[in-house]
């Protein structure tokens, strides 16, 4: 497991080499706008297997993506309506996560067998930079075990994986905050699954 402090002299190094270790099948430990995530490239399925496996993560949950540009989704997203066209303009990038009907070939590991997928552009943060840096889809899901508290620093995440992981990217603490609200935009009818930062009120339209 290596660890790198980012500093604003090194950060086009330290996403360079979080892209590497993505591309290559190692799961890595980054800051969001909220708490420190897990990422793992969206088709690598033995990474997403052994992502899995160090969370202790139910199956039956499926496993969240980011990406850094809204025309990375025609990669993972069967279907964008307009329903999902007017909020990704209105709240992306930021903390709104959108459920698509998701592209035969992604893997059970990210759908959990829903057949949808949950992507988002996260807001300002390291994460962006690396979503934008790295120009494919990775996992988001946060940085602790099932039924542990997600961790807002490098050394929780440490604490909490070690050597299960191959990078952690340490930018300090993380704003910590409310998780990113979740709408489900498989059909014009919107669904609000999870009223996290943006609040549901703000979703009419």
Same mark, same amino acid.
């Given at each position: 497991?290596?660890?790198?402090?980012?500093?604003?002299?090194?950060?086009?190094? /330290?996403?360079?080499? #979080?892209?590497? /270790?993505?591309?290559?099948?190692?799961?890595? *430990?980054?800051?969001?706008?909220?708490?420190?995530?897990?990422?793992?490239?969206?088709?690598?399925?033995?990474?997403?297997?052994?992502?899995?496996? !160090?969370?202790?993560?139910?199956?039956?949950? +499926?496993?969240?993506?980011?990406?850094?540009?809204?025309?990375?989704?025609?990669? !993972?997203?069967?279907?964008?309506?307009?329903?999902?066209?007017?909020?990704?303009?209105?709240?992306?990038?930021?903390?709104?996560?959108?459920?698509?009907? *998701?592209?035969?070939?992604?893997?059970?590991?990210?759908?959990?067998?829903?057949?949808?997928?949950?992507?988002?552009?996260?807001?300002?943060?390291? *994460?962006?930079?690396?979503?934008?840096?790295?120009?494919?889809?990775?996992? #988001?899901?946060?940085?602790?075990?099932?039924?542990?508290?997600?961790?807002?620093?490098?050394?929780? /995440?440490?604490?909490?994986?070690?050597?299960?992981?191959?990078?952690?990217?340490?930018?300090?603490?993380?704003?910590?905050?409310?998780?990113?609200?979740?709408?489900?935009?498989?059909?014009?009818?919107?669904?609000?699954?999870?009223?996290? +930062? /943006?609040?549901?009120?703000?979703?009419?339209?």
């Amino acid at each position: 497991m290596l660890l790198i402090k980012m500093n604003h002299k090194n950060r086009d190094q /330290v996403l360079h080499s #979080a892209v590497d /270790v993505l591309k290559t099948g190692g799961i890595i *430990a980054y800051p969001t706008e909220t708490f420190y995530g897990l990422g793992a490239k969206f088709d690598k399925e033995t990474s997403l297997q052994r992502l899995y496996e !160090i969370k202790h993560r139910p199956r039956e949950k +499926a496993m969240p993506l980011i990406i850094g540009h809204k025309g990375q989704l025609s990669s !993972i997203a069967a279907d964008i309506n307009n329903s999902a066209i007017k909020l990704m303009e209105r709240f992306w990038p930021g903390p709104l996560t959108l459920l698509f009907p *998701a592209k035969k070939h992604l893997s059970e590991f990210i759908t959990a067998g829903t057949h949808k997928v949950a992507v988002r552009i996260p807001g300002e943060s390291f *994460a962006l930079h690396l979503a934008k840096h790295a120009r494919f889809p990775f996992t #988001a899901t946060s940085a602790n075990p099932s039924g542990m508290p997600p961790a807002r620093d490098a050394e929780t /995440v440490m604490r909490y994986f070690g050597d299960q992981i191959e990078l952690i990217i340490d930018c300090g603490p993380s704003p910590g905050g409310l998780p990113s609200t979740i709408v489900d935009v498989t059909t014009e009818d919107t669904r609000i699954l999870r009223e996290g +930062a /943006v609040k549901k009120e703000l979703l009419t339209y």
